[in-house]
């Protein structure tokens, strides 16, 4: 039963920082490409930090390099988020997801087949 559990988001202003996590269960987590997701209200669910199976290789979506870092812990099944310098446009609920890697685009949600509950993060 593969299950993915993202820390509690929060509240924060703007110009401020918050760092999500993820964990991972039921599966072999370091044979997945990962993935942090975000779905703000009236839009759809948009692809903003994936991560290859070792850590090797990040990919970010414009509107977030520079100012979010995804990094895995593979020894725990973890994945994060950090995000520093947030902003209002950040407000959304924010998804982790697993990928097999296979023949794999790392921001498109088509490729994630395995995705956590959400968190909510509200940036003001």
């Known amino acids: 039963h593969v299950q993915l559990v993202e820390s509690e988001g929060g509240s924060v202003q703007a110009g401020g920082s918050l760092r999500l996590s993820c964990a991972a269960s039921g599966y072999t987590y370091n044979r997945n490409c990962m993935a942090w997701f975000r779905q703000a209200p009236g839009k759809e669910r948009e692809g903003i930090a994936a991560i290859s199976t070792r850590g090797e290789n990040t990919y970010y979506v414009d509107s977030v390099k520079g100012r979010f870092t995804t990094s895995r812990d593979n020894s725990k099944n973890m994945l994060f988020l950090q995000m520093n310098r947030l902003k209002p446009a950040d407000t959304a609920m924010y998804y982790c997801?697993?990928?097999?890697?296979?023949?794999?685009?790392?921001?498109?949600?088509?490729?994630?087949?395995?995705w956590g509950q959400g968190t909510q993060v509200t940036v003001s």
């Open positions: 997801a697993a990928s097999p890697c296979v023949r794999w685009r790392p921001l498109r949600l088509e490729d994630y087949n395995y």
